[in-house]
C-alpha cells in the first residue's frame, strides 16, 4: 500500500513536469526529434564505439535479443546508464567492466554517436492486442497511475529532448525489454530516478510484461 501511495506522489510529480513541456508529439514528429542533447561529438565517438558495436550491432542495431539497441536513444540516457554501470549502481558483469576505462568525454562522444543513428525499429506487426491497452490505457489495471505512454511516448519513441532521462523503448529487443521488467519487479534493477520503473512494473503479471514488450519490439 505504500509503495502506490509514493507511486502516486511521484507520478503527480512527474505529470506537472510534463504538462510543462510540448505536448506528446505525434509519431512522425518523434522520428525528426533530435536524440543529441549532450555535448559529446558523434564524428569520435563513432571510432570510440567499435567494442560496443561488436555486441550492440553495426549503428548500434544489434542482431542479438538480449543485446539492446542504441541506435537513436538519447545520448542524456545512454550516458546516465554507462555512469550508473560505473558506479555499480545497475549491475551487469559485462557493463561494469565495459564503462570502466572510459572518460566522461568517451562517454559523451558515444553516446553521441549512437543517438545521432536513425531510430532503431521492430519488424512493424504483431497480433497481440493486449500489449497496446497496457501501454495506452494501463490495461484493466486501475492501479497503473500513469500508463507507459505518459513518459515513454507514442509507441515508445520518447516525447521530447526535456524527457531525455525517459528511454526510447518502441522497437527494441523483446527479450531484452522483458528482462529489465521483471528486473524492475524483483527490485533487481533500482536505477531509475525515484524506482520509479520498480513501482509502476509491480503491478504487472509475467503476462502482462510479455504483452507490452511484444506491443513494444514490433514499433
Ligand atoms: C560483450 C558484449 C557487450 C559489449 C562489448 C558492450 N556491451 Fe553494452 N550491454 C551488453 C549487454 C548484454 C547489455 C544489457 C545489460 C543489462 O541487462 O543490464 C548492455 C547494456 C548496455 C547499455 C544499457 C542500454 C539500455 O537500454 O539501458 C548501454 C548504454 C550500453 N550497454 C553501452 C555500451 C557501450 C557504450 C559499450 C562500449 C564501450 C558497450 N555497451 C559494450 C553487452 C555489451
Ligand atoms: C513516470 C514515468 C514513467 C512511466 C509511466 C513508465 N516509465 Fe519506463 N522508464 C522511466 C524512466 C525514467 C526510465 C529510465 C530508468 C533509468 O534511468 O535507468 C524507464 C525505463 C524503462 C525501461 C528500461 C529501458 C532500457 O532500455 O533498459 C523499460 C523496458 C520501461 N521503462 C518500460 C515501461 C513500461 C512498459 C511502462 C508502462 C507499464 C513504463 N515504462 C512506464 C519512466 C517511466
Given at each position: 500500500m505504500t509503495h502506490i501511495k509514493t507511486c502516486i506522489i511521484n507520478c503527480l510529480t512527474l505529470a506537472a513536469l510534463l504538462i510543462v513541456s510540448p505536448a506528446f508529439s505525434a509519431s512522425d514528429d518523434a522520428k525528426k526529434l533530435n536524440r543529441h542533447t549532450g555535448s559529446g561529438d558523434p564524428v569520435a565517438g563513432k571510432a570510440k564505439s567499435q567494442i560496443c558495436q561488436g555486441c550492440h550491432g553495426v549503428n548500434g542495431n544489434s542482431l542479438d535479443e538480449f543485446m539492446p539497441k542504441l541506435a537513436g536513444q538519447y545520448d542524456e540516457y545512454i550516458i546516465k546508464q554507462m555512469k550508473n554501470y560505473l558506479a555499480g549502481i545497475r549491475s551487469h558483469e559485462i557493463m561494469n567492466g565495459m564503462a570502466s576505462p572510459l572518460s566522461d568525454q568517451d562517454i559523451a562522444d558515444i553516446g553521441a554517436y549512437f543517438s545521432k543513428q536513425e531510430i532503431m525499429k521492430g519488424r512493424g506487426w504483431t497480433n497481440d492486442e493486449r500489449g497496446v491497452e497496457i501501454y495506452t490505457k494501463g490495461g484493466d489495471r486501475s492501479k497503473m497511475v500513469m500508463t507507459c505512454l505518459h513518459c515513454h511516448g507514442e509507441r515508445g519513441k520518447g516525447l521530447d529532448q526535456s524527457t531525455?532521462?525517459?528511454?526510447?523503448?518502441?522497437?527494441?529487443h523483446k527479450a531484452y525489454l522483458v528482462k529489465q521488467m521483471v528486473d524492475f519487479r524483483e527490485d533487481d534493477r533500482l536505477n531509475s530516478p525515484n524506482t520509479i520503473m520498480n513501482k509502476i512494473v509491480r503491478s504487472l503479471s509475467d503476462k502482462d510484461i510479455e504483452a507490452v514488450s511484444e506491443y513494444l519490439s514490433v514499433q
Open positions: 531525455a532521462m525517459y528511454p526510447v523503448i518502441g522497437g527494441q
